[in-house]
């Protein structure tokens, strides 16, 4: 919520509606997350901001889109994940369908709005034509359900569960070392050779159903258990400086405080520390943007905003973003 206003509007005052109205005639992107249809009542659905304003993007954000049988649904992350299938990927093979740590299908639904929203700006500054983007939770997530989804339309069958494991990359896991876990991540054969020489298990290089990553692919159990067995008495720390030294990728899992403190974290301003007088400190510490543009890097100019504290300033602030928007020229 960096670099933003909060101005509350109570869309069954007329005031407040009027307000938000003129604004959507003079925007270039309006995003909304109401039920479909919930918008038309107040004048301010796509048919009507359109004949307004027929250059705006317009981008309807919902559960489970403008049409279909779950269109009135309401949607939310947790059910967007379990309709959408991953849950029945994630989690122990043995456990229950578990889902992500964090809201991924919220996350994954903006993502696309950007990405579409860009586009249709693109298509908007060719020809100056706006248009109604309809985005549903659930259709991203089913999106990127990517190499299991295409796994599944083009075998048929059903992905299983692998908990930390790769369904086409063998060995790509999570295994005990002695002193807690580690990731290792074998993407090609070369780099298997390099894994077995490191641990001296040429025995495991040498076999001939180890030989290629099908080959891996069909063994993986076997396989699993003699890599577990080779590093369950190995430090981390030892097993990330013997594969770093041959390039074979591995690596740790950190905590999300050791990760956000790590000297990478750091050289890549992954938190940024901005002011703010509402907070006791008078700063807030926040993730930073992950996109490095070499012309037009990412600025931080206005912390989150506390709930409308830019109410009554909508005067000045359309006044700092242009005489186009204040519809002057």
Request: hydrophobic residues 40%; glycine residues 10%.
């Given at each position: 919520?960096?670099n933003?206003?909060?101005i509350?509007?109570?869309?069954?005052?007329?005031?407040?509606?009027?307000?938000?109205?003129?604004?959507?005639?003079?925007?270039?992107?309006?995003?909304?997350?109401?039920?479909?249809?919930?918008?038309?009542?107040?004048g301010?659905?796509?048919?009507?901001?359109?004949?307004?304003?027929?250059?705006?993007?317009?981008?309807?954000?919902?559960?489970?889109?403008?049409?279909?049988p779950?269109?009135?649904?309401?949607?939310?992350d947790?059910?967007?994940?379990?309709?959408?299938?991953?849950?029945?990927?994630?989690?122990?093979?043995?456990?229950?369908?578990?889902?992500?740590?964090?809201?991924?299908?919220?996350?994954?639904?903006?993502?696309?709005?950007?990405?579409?929203?860009?586009?249709?700006?693109?298509?908007?500054?060719?020809?100056g034509?706006?248009?109604?983007?309809?985005?549903?939770?659930?259709?991203?997530?089913?999106?990127?359900?990517?190499?299991?989804?295409?796994?599944?339309?083009?075998?048929?069958k059903?992905?299983?569960?692998?908990?930390?494991?790769?369904?086409?990359?063998?060995?790509?896991?999570?295994?005990?070392?002695?002193?807690?876990?580690?990731?290792?991540?074998?993407?090609?054969d070369?780099?298997?050779?390099?894994?077995?020489?490191?641990?001296?298990?040429?025995?495991?290089?040498?076999?001939?159903?180890?030989?290629?990553?099908?080959?891996?692919?069909?063994?993986?159990?076997?396989?699993?258990?003699?890599?577990?067995?080779?590093?369950?008495?190995?430090?981390?720390?030892?097993?990330?400086?013997?594969?770093?030294?041959?390039?074979?990728?591995?690596?740790?899992?950190?905590?999300?405080?050791?990760?956000?403190?790590?000297d990478?974290?750091?050289?890549?301003?992954?938190?940024?520390?901005?002011?703010?007088?509402?907070?006791?400190?008078?700063?807030?510490?926040?993730?930073?943007?992950?996109?490095?543009?070499?012309?037009?890097?990412?600025?931080?100019?206005?912390?989150?905003?506390?709930?409308?504290?830019?109410?009554?300033?909508?005067?000045?602030?359309?006044?700092?973003?242009g005489?186009?928007?204040?519809?002057?020229?």
């Amino acid at each position: 919520n960096r670099n933003k206003f909060s101005i509350p509007a109570d869309l069954s005052n007329a005031t407040d509606r009027a307000m938000v109205q003129a604004l959507a005639e003079r925007a270039d992107i309006l995003v909304e997350n109401y039920k479909p249809g919930g918008l038309e009542k107040f004048g301010l659905d796509y048919e009507a901001v359109a004949e307004a304003n027929p250059s705006i993007v317009y981008c309807s954000i919902s559960g489970f889109g403008q049409t279909g049988p779950n269109r009135n649904v309401s949607g939310y992350d947790l059910m967007a994940q379990g309709f959408g299938g991953i849950m029945s990927l994630t989690g122990d093979p043995d456990g229950s369908p578990m889902k992500v740590g964090v809201g991924i299908a919220d996350v994954m639904c903006g993502m696309y709005a950007a990405v579409g929203t860009l586009a249709a700006l693109r298509h908007r500054d060719r020809t100056g034509e706006g248009q109604h983007i309809d985005l549903a939770l659930v259709d991203s997530q089913m999106a990127w359900l990517i190499n299991e989804g295409t796994n599944h339309l083009a075998s048929g069958k059903e992905p299983a569960r692998r908990g930390n494991a790769h369904p086409n990359i063998v060995p790509y896991d999570v295994f005990a070392a002695s002193d807690g876990h580690v990731i290792l991540a074998v993407g090609n054969d070369a780099q298997f050779q390099r894994f077995c020489a490191a641990f001296a298990r040429e025995d495991l290089g040498g076999a001939p159903d180890y030989q290629t990553n099908p080959d891996r692919v069909r063994n993986r159990v076997a396989l699993t258990a003699e890599i577990a067995t080779t590093l369950a008495n190995v430090t981390v720390t030892d097993i990330l400086d013997r594969l770093q030294a041959v390039n074979v990728p591995c690596g740790p899992i950190n905590t999300v405080s050791k990760a956000l403190a790590s000297d990478q974290a750091e050289a890549r301003d992954a938190v940024v520390s901005m002011d703010h007088a509402e907070t006791e400190a008078g700063a807030v510490r926040l993730l930073g943007n992950p996109l490095k543009l070499s012309k037009t890097p990412a600025t931080y100019r206005q912390p989150p905003p506390v709930f409308g504290q830019d109410a009554g300033a909508i005067d000045a602030i359309l006044a700092g973003l242009g005489k186009k928007l204040l519809g002057d020229q």
